[in-house]
């Protein structure tokens, strides 16, 4: 029997525009984790247990679109093996689903980790991350990669399109609160909103995402210098430019509010936007405050948890 685990993920800053070249930072979540246990059977074939869906199949009735099965197909592929002795994948997640978690790359990432010390193939970070990047592509569409980078190397990166992930220091930890909406609210549709506004007006959309850069910048160099404080302003920032680029909701705006009034430093959407997740950098405020006021706001689902480097 082996085990393979991978963390989940959130994105400080620069979501939408990361899509289009410009740099954004994330970090991995390591508390809430997926994990993947693979046993040998003995009997012909290969089942996929996914506990948190519900759902057990086997993967050669599997389509092409499932997810779980793509990966374990393109896993199987990389490492060579073709399992005559029959194996079950018993997969569980810590991470709440499609809401902008990690929870498909980080069961991807498992599910590939779990197979390769099974068949004792280590797989570099770069390969993990390669592999997970073409099943993201069944989710999202047109991923931009940060998800899949950040849950294989499992610290804080900031990434860009043709740059490569590079790993940043937080000079000081912090803690972050993340609100969830309740609203599930597919990636797939607000980058594709997105893209519909910028090939209406690439001129307006272009400048909004080199705004965003700029922010990416300034957050970077706070992270790295320890200027904590200024994580708040600047979450507001990169929220206002999003709310332009049309991914803010009444429900990201109510719950941001609230935390506001509770005292907290800052806040913005993460990930997609519309609904998803709110992330509140608490600053000065009072954590348990903000809580109460995020859970009265209507937040379906409220994480707090400490922000470090690897
Ligand atoms: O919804 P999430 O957390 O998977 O993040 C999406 C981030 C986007 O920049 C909107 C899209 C992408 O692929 O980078």
Do not use: C
Request: no cysteine; proline share 5%.
């Amino acid at each position: 029997m082996t085990i393979g685990s991978a963390a989940g993920k959130i994105i400080l800053f620069g979501e939408h525009a990361v899509v289009y070249g410009r740099p954004a930072l994330a970090v991995p979540l390591t508390d809430l984790r997926a994990r993947v246990r693979v046993e040998t059977t003995g009997q012909n074939g290969i089942i996929i247990h996914a506990k948190d869906i519900g759902e057990s199949f086997l993967l050669a009735t599997a389509p092409s679109d499932n997810g779980l099965a793509a990966i374990t197909r393109a896993t199987l592929r990389e490492l060579a093996v073709s399992p005559s002795d029959g194996l079950e994948l018993w997969i569980e997640s810590d991470i709440p689903l499609a809401s902008g978690l990690g929870s498909g790359a980080a069961v991807s990432t498992a599910i590939v980790r779990a197979l390769s010390e099974h068949f004792h193939n280590p797989l570099s970070p770069e390969q993990v991350s390669a592999l997970v990047f073409e099943t993201e592509k069944l989710y999202h569409g047109t991923p931009s990669g940060i998800d899949n980078t950040v849950i294989a190397l499992e610290r804080p990166i900031r990434f860009e399109h043709g740059a490569g992930p590079r790993p940043i220091q937080i000079a000081r930890p912090f803690r972050l609160i993340i609100a969830y909406t309740g609203i599930a609210s597919p990636t797939r549709v607000t980058v594709g909103d997105v893209r519909q506004g910028w090939e209406r007006d690439p001129k307006r959309y272009e400048e909004l995402f080199d705004q965003v850069a700029r922010v990416v910048e300034q957050s970077q160099v706070a992270l790295e210098r320890g200027a904590n404080k200024e994580l708040g302003p600047l979450m507001n920032r990169n929220q206002e430019l999003l709310e332009k680029l049309g991914v803010s909701s009444v429900a990201i705006e109510s719950l941001r509010r609230l935390a506001k009034q509770a005292g907290a430093g800052g806040s913005k959407l993460s990930g997609g936007g519309r609904g998803g997740n709110v992330i509140v950098y608490p600053g000065e405020g009072n954590e348990d405050e903000i809580e109460d006021a995020l859970i009265a706001a209507g937040a379906a689902r409220v994480i707090t948890t400490s922000i470090k480097s690897a």
